[in-house]
């Protein structure tokens, strides 16, 4: 069972500046700020600031669909003709992420959290 696409993340390069931006839009304070990410929650949504996303070849947001499976869902997008952008890996705690293409070229996130 998924959880649904409950997370974007932007790629930035002033995250001062940015963070400023987006406080103002969400109405709430950062809850993560750290130099290497800033994250809010907002209305049931996860929103981050990435200052190291131009690097990593982001070139927009990226929505996060969260899923019980990140195996299993990215052997099936495979499958289905997605290619892999960025494989597998731990951001923290036992949470995981990956970020596939389309067939269109959209850039798509898996999430999986610790269970």
Not at 44 to 55: A, K, S, W
Not at 74 to 101: F, K, M, N, P, Y
Request: aromatic letters at 6%; charged letters at 25%.
């Amino acid at each position: 069972m998924t959880a649904g696409c409950k997370t974007i993340i932007f790629p930035v390069k002033d995250v001062d500046r940015a963070k400023e931006v987006f406080t103002a839009l969400l109405g709430v304070a950062p809850e993560v700020d750290q130099p290497y990410y800033v994250g809010f929650k907002a209305a049931g949504q996860d929103v981050g600031l990435d200052p190291n996303g131009h690097d990593k070849g982001m070139t927009g947001p990226v929505a996060y669909w969260h899923v019980d499976d990140i195996g299993e869902r990215l052997s099936a997008l495979h499958a289905a003709g997605a290619e892999t952008v960025q494989d597998v890996r731990d951001v923290g705690g036992g949470r995981l992420i990956a970020t596939v293409r389309d067939a269109d070229g959209n850039v798509v996130g898996l999430l999986q959290d610790p269970s």
